[in-house]
């Protein structure tokens, strides 16, 4: 049987990961990976996680299973941080899954079950594991336009023609902040025209939320998937805690199915259950009960809080640095939506011969479609990075 089986493409991140890691220049940068690193390169544990994780270490008296749809307590700690009082809790159903990645391939896997011709509708670009997941489970896909490389801004009239294609049934996949892989993102009044075209269209919103306070601020960074939620019939929301609570290797994330039809609700949670139960049985519970630990304590909340908006700010002030350094090299303001974009991420709008120039002459690892990572910087590599910018002509 074995050798009916095909090599697979590498990963292009993890590729970038090996070439960073061979690459004996003391002056190299790595904006590959997308995880969130201070100054000195660390991805640190929250002293919120740590004292949440010995509270937890003290008091738990038993490792054995949780229910199907995971810890009801982080279930609804997440239900509040994401939705507060958009929608009422009876119409909401949710379950934990292994990160943010298990909770987009469950939303997919209930697409499928629920309407096997759906088609999904996702932005060019998105996330790649997106699209490498929808191909495995052989969901068509149909790109909208969304990133302008020109202006680093949002095509957005071309956004609202090409999902004005949809049919009822279809989903519409959605970045709730921090679009990943661009940082450009939807004000509150184009996301409300969005909602009249899913509404006109009658297709299914999913909102994919994993950067919730690594933007604007966590309510700030909530408002458009609160809004889609109060004005749509049904969503789909998947969540990851991997980032604002630095808990990667937990793999802690939520999927949520809303409906305005409470009456709903217990189908809806019985399915997304029998998925978990089909998928991997029970989800992983130590990073949700790290979260539903921190988020059900007023003291450890208030600590998670402080430290997300050290992060938040830390990302922002890199942003205007790395803009600022640009204009006073090119005494122009082309750069100028580096500030403006949020999240971990901004895409320069460059091809990849000039990205890899970049890496090639002065040692800047960033993915092939130029995305990124602005947490990946420093003070004293930005200038490093705006440097090579002007060097390989972009």
Not at 5 to 26: F, N, S, V
Not at 90 to 119: C, D, S, Y
Not at 179 to 197: C, M, R, Y
Not at 336 to 347: D, K, N, P, Q, V
Request: overall charge negative; glycine content about 8%.
């Amino acid at each position: 049987m074995f050798e009916n089986l095909k090599e697979q493409p590498a990963d292009k991140i993890l590729a970038l990961m090996e070439m960073y890691r061979a690459d004996p220049r003391e002056q190299k940068v790595d904006l590959g990976v997308g995880v969130y690193k201070n100054a000195e390169g660390v991805t640190p544990v929250m002293r919120a996680v740590k004292a949440a994780e010995k509270r937890i270490w003290e008091e738990q008296t038993s490792k054995s299973y949780t229910g199907l749809a995971g810890e009801p307590l982080f279930i609804e700690a997440i239900r509040k941080l994401v939705l507060a009082d958009a929608v009422a809790p009876e119409q909401v159903a949710g379950v934990t899954t292994p990160g943010g990645t298990g909770a987009v391939r469950q939303a997919f896997e209930l697409i499928k079950m629920a309407n096997p011709g759906a088609r999904v509708f996702v932005s060019d670009p998105t996330w790649p594991n997106h699209l490498s997941i929808l191909k495995y489970l052989g969901i068509e896909t149909v790109p909208y336009r969304y990133f302008d490389s020109t202006t680093g801004g949002i095509n957005f009239d071309g956004m609202i023609e090409d999902l004005q294609a949809a049919r009822p049934g279809d989903v519409v996949l959605l970045h709730g902040c921090c679009h990943n892989p661009t940082g450009a993102n939807l004000t509150l009044e184009q996301w409300k025209k969005v909602v009249e075209t899913l509404n006109a269209t009658e297709a299914l919103p999913m909102i994919d939320i994993a950067y919730q306070g690594f933007g604007d601020g966590l309510d700030e960074d909530a408002a458009a998937t609160r809004y889609v939620a109060a004005n749509v019939p049904e969503l789909l929301i998947a969540a990851s805690c991997s980032k604002n609570f630095g808990i990667y290797r937990e793999r802690t994330g939520l999927l949520m199915a809303v409906s305005k039809d409470a009456g709903k609700t217990k189908v809806n949670q019985g399915t997304l259950a029998y998925l978990n139960r089909q998928n991997y049985s029970f989800p992983p519970d130590h990073g949700a009960r790290i979260v539903a630990t921190i988020l059900h304590d007023e003291e450890l909340t208030a600590m998670w809080k402080e430290e997300l908006e050290e992060v938040r700010l830390g990302m922002l002030e890199l942003r205007k640095q790395l803009a600022a350094e640009l204009a006073r090299l090119t005494n122009s303001d082309r750069f100028a939506f580096l500030a403006e974009h949020r999240g971990m991420f901004s895409r320069l709008g460059c091809s990849t011969e000039e990205v890899e120039k970049m890496r090639d002459e002065s040692g800047i690892y960033m993915v092939g479609d130029s995305r990124m990572n602005i947490a990946g910087l420093n003070t004293k590599t930005v200038p490093i990075l705006a440097k090579a910018i002007i060097d390989a002509g972009i």
